[in-house]
């Protein structure tokens, strides 16, 4: 597969909408088409990072309206376990139609949960609608205040907006404060299990999107399967998205290609190293656990 | 009158359900598929050994054979049994977590009316080689729905069916090597003392006896809890994850929906 996935169409776009515009990250495409799948009955509600007792802690939440969908937009840095809702959500939540956010990973884990639904009982065809978001790694909450706090000196209580691009992570307060902190600092912080990915775009997504590749305030789409497809194409019908040719845009899908790219292979490069990690009696290489060859 | 079945799918597989010490939430999973285990039955496999559902009483030759349940060391019937099935079945399936990996049995201290000699509990592994694991308390019946389609295709496919049913396979194959104790613990010692953990939430969704919380992006195991199901485990994406499968996921859920339309 290439690095990019399997995909049927890829588009710059940003929702039409223009409260979705003020608090989405970028260009509020998550947001956009969840509102239009519980609008259209696609889904009954949705798994995603809605706020917690602690500033810029996620904590997973399912949404049934476009109300809590807003209360939940916007990124936050740091791992917010959604696949802990998905069985609950077809429990508690009596969903019938789940829909489910989440990073590459968390995208795997969901179509894991689909082909081999081990402890998943009645879940496989509950799970309506997948979008996956961009990820070159991931923070712990912890690290995620170290960078805050530490490093760009600010209070996580007073941070309005956090963004990761152009090299820098910064970070905006209310009070109009502008703190940067250069992302080659934040390697020492990478949750150790996200050197293992190899996944840039969410590949297995039903859509995927993230600011990569697009001008500032939109977002980049992947409409990968043939559900993703007609949820896109109704959303584009009822005139939820402006977009852009991905060809005219800049900086343009060679951008995610390369970011894609080398994600890859710099984690290939870790898989590959872990398996001669350790030594053994005989002289020859001790290797670590390996996910991709057996459990 | 002799009244016969009609068999409309002469190439079945066969199927049968050895039950040991479990509690017949497995054998109940499998009629959770509720109209699909007559599709099943169909098109797919002839159930020829299990309590209740077929009047046979002996082990018999068959194609895959489910076990339910962890085997008592102190009854003679359910080893002989055991080892009985093993001999008459080309594929061994440990089916549900008891079977895997000995689940609440492992507890058993014996004492109990009304075979106060019975204590002495094991993971099926213990007794005879096992094929294929399929974990969890109770299994999920969509699993080993996907399982007896993709043995259907094995043993009876083309050989493109019989790549994909080898690929889905494996793994629950490798479960099988990998050993038959299982806890929650199995997060830390395989998973985040790997650096490998990610923190997506999987084993706290999974767990059935909700012992798996996520405090800080990390799972954490209230020990007391857990039954010892080996379910967090083996559905964490960290446990296993092959590309060549997932990444035909929307084919196969189509297929398996196809045949069981």
């Given at each position: 597969m290439d690095v990019l996935g399997n995909y049927k169409s890829v588009i710059s776009a940003r929702a039409a909408d223009k409260d979705i515009q003020k608090k989405a990250?970028?260009?509020g495409i998550v947001t956009t088409l969840f509102a239009y799948a519980l609008e259209e009955g696609i889904i009954d509600g949705a798994i995603v990072a809605g706020p917690s007792d602690?500033?810029?802690k996620p904590e997973p939440m399912v949404v049934t309206t476009k109300a809590e969908l807003l209360a939940a937009a916007g990124t936050r840095y740091?791992?917010?376990?959604?696949?802990?809702?998905i069985k609950e959500a077809t429990r508690s939540?009596?969903?019938?139609r789940v829909g489910i956010v989440g990073t590459p990973c968390q995208v795997q884990a969901t179509r894991k949960a689909q082909l081999y639904p081990i402890g998943m009982r009645d879940v496989d065809d509950k799970i309506a609608l997948v979008l996956g978001i961009y990820c070159m790694e991931n923070l712990s909450y912890q690290a995620l205040e170290a960078i805050v706090?530490?490093?760009?000196?600010?209070?996580m209580e007073s941070v309005k907006k956090m963004d990761i691009g152009k090299g820098k992570f910064t970070v905006y307060t209310e009070r109009g404060a502008v703190s940067q902190m250069p992302l080659k600092y934040i390697h020492k912080y990478v949750?150790?299990?996200?050197?293992?990915?190899?996944?840039?775009?969410?590949?297995?997504?039903d859509i995927s999107t993230g600011s990569?590749?697009?001008?500032?305030?939109w977002s980049t789409v992947f409409v990968r399967s043939n559900k993703g497809n007609a949820v896109w194409d109704g959303a584009m019908a009822a005139g939820l998205f402006e977009t852009k040719d991905m060809e005219g845009v800049?900086?343009?899908l060679d951008l995610v290609k390369k970011l894609a790219t080398e994600k890859i292979t710099k984690n290939q490069k870790h898989v590959d190293e872990r398996k001669s990690f350790g030594l053994k009696a005989d002289g020859t290489p001790k290797a670590l656990r390996n996910p991709y060859e057996t459990p | 009158m002799e009244l016969k079945e009609e068999k409309p799918v002469a190439d079945k597989i066969t199927i049968g359900e050895l039950h040991l010490s479990g509690c017949t939430g497995c054998l109940v999973t499998l009629a959770d598929n509720y109209e699909g285990l007559f599709k099943l039955l169909d098109?797919?496999?002839?159930?020829?050994?299990?309590?209740?559902?077929?009047?046979?009483r002996h082990v018999p030759e068959m194609d895959v054979c489910l076990v339910e349940g962890s085997c008592c060391l102190n009854d003679e019937i359910s080893v002989e049994e055991l080892k009985e099935a093993r001999a008459k079945s080309a594929v061994l399936v440990a089916y549900g977590a008891c079977a895997?990996?000995?689940?609440?049995?492992?507890f058993c201290r014996g004492g109990q009316?009304?075979?106060?000699?019975?204590e002495a509990f094991v993971p099926i592994s213990e007794v005879v080689d096992v094929d294929l694991y399929l974990p969890s308390?109770?299994?999920?019946p969509q699993a080993i729905r996907n399982i007896a389609v993709m043995a259907y295709l094995l043993l009876k496919g083309n050989d493109e069916q019989k790549a994909l049913a080898t690929a889905y396979l494996t793994p629950l194959m490798q479960l099988a090597q990998r050993g038959n104790e299982a806890c929650g613990c199995d997060l830390m010692y395989d998973v985040i003392n790997q650096g490998l953990?990610?923190?997506?939430g999987t084993c706290a969704g999974t767990c059935p006896v909700r012992a798996i919380t996520m405090e800080y992006g990390k799972p954490n195991v209230n020990r007391d809890l857990?039954?010892?199901?080996?379910a967090c485990y083996s559905q964490c994406p960290r446990s296993w994850f092959n590309f060549d499968v997932m990444n035909n996921y929307e084919g196969i859920i189509d297929a398996i929906n196809g045949a069981m339309k």
């Open positions: 990250q970028d260009g602690e500033p810029w740091t791992i917010s376990p959604n696949l802990q809702l939540y009596g969903l019938d706090e530490d490093h760009c000196n600010q209070k949750q150790p299990g996200c050197h293992v990915c190899l996944d840039y775009v969410a590949n297995l997504a990569v590749g697009s001008p500032d305030g800049k900086p343009g | 098109d797919y496999a002839d159930l020829v050994y299990a309590l209740t559902l077929v009047d046979v895997a990996y000995g689940n609440i049995t492992r009316w009304n075979q106060p000699g019975q308390c109770p299994p999920c953990c990610m923190g997506c857990c039954i010892k199901c080996g």
